[in-house]
């Protein structure tokens, strides 16, 4: 079985597939690709199935060695590599690959012809880097084994690449919604430098909340909550499973890859849709993803 | 009970805003009878309330509703036995920094608040937060001690805690605003190892003290 070398780690580059279900009651979030949108295209491109693992990169890129022939596709940000994002591309035996600094989000996957065939970990290979289920951040020197994941021939790269967007971020409303005014809707945030794939931490106007003290209850992927301070938190993949904060709203699932690509100091907007509007983005995306 | 989407893709189940019996033999009951089906992604039980995980491409919550009154209306199904689980503790000094404050708090002895917590049997509520904390019920009244108004940044993995009514042990070192009143080398939580954790949800728990202060 082949190799790929990591010659230098980036600034954080992890393997990641879909993530990790079945565990939360046990307190252990998902996990997975932050923009599973593109793991899974750049998966379906190399001809993958789609759950394969791959390699996310994080702000800063890293560089491989590849040990024989292999189909690639990088997806995602732009990470100044020199290839084609969203194409299928074979790495020669000894070539490298060097991908630099992001010139747009903040994630690039490396999907590789095979996938990333590392050892699971309660059923995933996705890393859960603040717990270290499933394994640690790469490290320069580490060898990264090709899995057994292709299912058909690589696809050829499609026309048009759906966008990831820039508007405000779409979200349905959350358990405690009536607690929270309009101002919420109102209120422009930036990125904050602490956000990480635990919680994407907002700054901005304090929000107040009339919820008062609450239970801990269950919080899904994508809830905004907001503490005592009044600054808003997305819970992301490696998210807490359970909070006592109030959830006025709820990222839509079809906007979980802009959350992936969101950088520090990234401009950060909300927009309220209905459940129906949000099922129809969502299967607009299964949609174009489906196309390749 | 009152039913509504926590988002496109979960339901919130709520048996109401209070930790009491009734509640929670609701949310025990659901969690076990939903643990497996395959319209479910994942379960976040908690004091009165399940918030249940699926996806949004193969269901609809109408769907997940449909399955939570059906769990609900059919037979108990039969939850784990429990487990009685012993935790050696060693209190106060380095290992239990808050001991003395809960002390003050409740008017009693620093040894008068060990004595009442190790005498007490615990239950596993639900096991949540960030990886394998199990939030116990069960802590005698005359011991809850308010959370600290600004959390720890950093609480020692294995720290055993009061939290309000609540007691807990952190499975991992994390940020904390619970009283840390002892530690114990057990652990709750390996990444290494494939889970159930060393506690789930319904065992029972209860604290030796491992040495005097």
């Given amino acids: 079985m082949s190799e790929i070398r990591v010659l230098s780690p980036g600034l954080q580059t992890t393997v990641q597939d879909l993530g990790r279900f079945g565990w939360a009651h046990f307190g252990i979030s998902a996990s997975g690709a932050a923009d599973a949108f593109a793991l899974r295209a750049g998966n379906l491109l190399v001809g993958n199935a789609e759950n394969a693992a791959a390699v996310e990169m994080t702000l800063m890129g890293a560089a491989f060695e590849f040990e024989a022939n292999t189909v690639i596709a990088l997806t995602g940000s732009d990470f100044a590599a020199g290839l084609p994002l969203w194409t299928p591309v074979e790495m020669k035996a000894g070539q490298t690959l060097r991908c630099g600094p992001s010139r747009s989000g903040a994630r690039c996957y490396l999907c590789v012809r095979g996938g990333i065939g590392v050892p699971k970990s309660m059923g995933s290979a996705s890393t859960h880097v603040i717990t270290g289920v499933g394994g640690r951040p790469l490290r320069a020197g580490d060898l990264l084994p090709i899995g057994t994941d292709a299912i058909r021939r690589p696809r050829r790269a499609p026309q048009d690449i759906l966008p990831v967007g820039d508007g405000p971020l779409r979200v349905t409303d959350g358990p405690q919604a009536e607690s929270f005014t309009g101002e919420f809707y109102r209120s422009a945030y930036i990125v904050s430098e602490e956000s990480n794939r635990m919680g994407l931490r907002l700054r901005g106007p304090a929000l107040a909340s009339a919820a008062g003290h609450m239970l801990t209850e269950g919080a ?20 807490q499973t359970t909070g006592g904060y109030p959830k ?3 990222v839509i699932s079809a906007d979980f890859r802009r959350l992936g690509q969101l950088r520090p100091r990234d401009p950060v907007t909300f927009e309220r849709v209905t459940i129906e509007q949000a099922l129809r983005l969502l299967q607009q995306q299964e949609h174009w993803l489906y196309g390749l | 009970m009152t039913i509504r989407p926590a988002s496109d893709r979960s339901l919130h189940v709520s048996f109401g805003d209070r930790i009491d019996a009734a509640s929670y033999a609701a949310v025990a009951r659901l969690t076990h009878g939903l643990l497996g089906a395959r319209e479910v992604l994942n379960l976040h039980p908690a004091y009165a309330s399940v918030l249940i995980d699926f996806d949004p491409r193969r269901y609809t919550h109408e769907r997940i509703e449909a399955l939570v009154h059906a769990c609900l209306a059919g037979p108990p199904p039969a939850g784990q036995e429990p487990r009685h689980v012993e935790i ?3 209190f106060g000094g380095e290992s239990g920094p808050d001991l003395e404050d809960v002390a003050r708090h409740t008017g009693l002895s620093p040894e008068g608040v060990i004595e009442r917590f190790t005498a007490a049997v615990y239950e596993v509520y639900f096991v949540g937060f960030s990886t394998c904390f199990p939030y116990l019920g069960g802590l005698p009244a005359e011991l809850a001690t308010p959370r600290l108004s600004a959390p720890r940044k950093h609480v020692p993995e294995g720290s055993v805690a009061i939290g309000g009514p609540q007691a807990g042990v952190y499975p991992l070192a994390s940020p904390g605003g619970w009283r840390l009143i002892g530690h114990t080398p057990l652990r709750l939580f390996d990444p290494q190892s494939v889970p159930p954790p ?16």
């Fill in chain 1, 220 to 239: 899904p992927l994508g809830a905004v909550q907001v503490p005592p301070d009044g600054q808003p938190i997305i819970l992301f993949v490696e998210h």
């Fill in chain 2, 198 to 213: 060393l506690l789930r949800m319904g065992d029972r728990v209860r604290f030796v003290a491992e040495a005097s202060r």
């Fill in chain 1, 248 to 250: 006025p709203a709820n």
């Fill in chain 2, 88 to 90: 050696a503790v060693k």
